[in-house]
């Protein structure tokens, strides 16, 4: 049983930055391609930047292109997303999550662990 725990939201004000980390516990030596999706109040949870196990494909969503980046250091079996120019609409829970295999995927389904999600609120 993989264990996911994010940290590093907060509030910062637009224009600012963050760093999010997901640190992964459990059987980690097997294959698990790393994502990050965000859930807004009354919205559907979307998909914001993913990893693909190894780090040979990087996806980020275009509402973020140039802003955020995601990237993971596999000797500490964690995933970060750095976020800048944050803008109000980017306010949000953001979960980190894993799924078995190389391949990452858009759909939150395909995911098999999900971390508890950090707070993210940018004010304007």
């Known amino acids: 049983q993989v264990q996911l725990v994010e940290s590093g939201g907060g509030l910062v004000q637009a224009g600012g930055s963050l760093r999010l980390s997901c640190g992964a516990s459990g059987p980690t030596f097997s294959r698990y391609a790393m994502a990050w999706f965000r859930q807004a109040p009354g919205k559907e949870r979307e998909l914001v930047a993913a990893?693909?196990?190894?780090?040979?494909?990087?996806y980020t969503a275009d509402s973020v292109k140039g802003r955020f980046t995601i990237s993971e250091d596999n000797a500490k079996n964690t995933v970060y997303l750095q976020m800048n120019s944050l803008k109000p609409e980017d306010t949000a829970v953001y979960y980190c999550?894993?799924?078995?295999?190389?391949?990452?995927?858009?759909?939150?389904?395909?995911?098999?662990?999900w971390g508890q999600g950090t707070q993210v609120t940018v004010s304007s």
């Open positions: 990893i693909s196990w190894g780090g040979d494909s990087t």
């Open positions: 999550a894993a799924r078995s295999g190389s391949n990452w995927s858009s759909t939150p389904r395909r995911y098999d662990y």
